[in-house]
């Protein structure tokens, strides 16, 4: 009966309750921003795959901007419906390099959160050279 008076008197009745009512919501948030930042890698590895695709498309020798855009664009179609959200896809092909960008927004988990992505990816146009040393 004692030991009952002495716990009503320190007054910690409901500080459980009190400490979940604060904690829950914290971890609820740190978890929707371990998802936001998962959702952003995996669009930014999926737009860095669709500029590699349209770059190598657009890069071989008879290769033009419109042959890697296609690529790119065929990549975009299948793997970005999910992680990112209105893809732009540029590709330019001149006759010595090929450079292939591509911005969008990740998917958003956290409301008001827009993450941008952007990969980049550039190389040399394949050209065919004829061999000009005289054989002996």
């Known amino acids: 009966m004692v030991e009952r008076?002495?716990?009503?008197?320190?007054?910690?009745?409901?500080?459980v309750t009190l400490e979940l009512v604060i904690a829950t919501p914290l971890l609820l948030l740190a978890l929707l921003a371990i998802?936001?930042?998962a959702e952003w890698s995996h669009a930014t590895h999926v737009a860095q795959a669709a500029a590699s695709q349209a770059l190598a498309a657009a890069r071989t020798q008879n290769g033009t901007a419109a042959t890697g855009h296609a690529a790119g664009r065929?990549?975009?179609d299948d793997l970005a419906a999910g992680p990112l959200r209105h893809p732009v896809l540029t590709v330019s092909r001149g006759a010595a390099a090929v450079s292939v960008s591509i911005r969008g927004e990740a998917a958003t988990v956290l409301p008001g959160v827009h993450l941008?992505?952007?990969a980049e990816?550039?190389?040399?146009?394949?050209?065919?050279?004829?061999?000009?040393?005289?054989?002996?």
């Open 35 to 37: 998802i936001q930042f």
């Open 116 to 118: 941008h992505v952007h």
């Open 74 to 76: 065929r990549l975009l």
């Open 121 to 136: 990816a550039s190389g040399e146009a394949e050209r065919f050279l004829p061999d000009t040393m005289p054989t002996s």
């Open 5 to 15: 008076a002495r716990r009503a008197l320190r007054g910690d009745r409901g500080e």
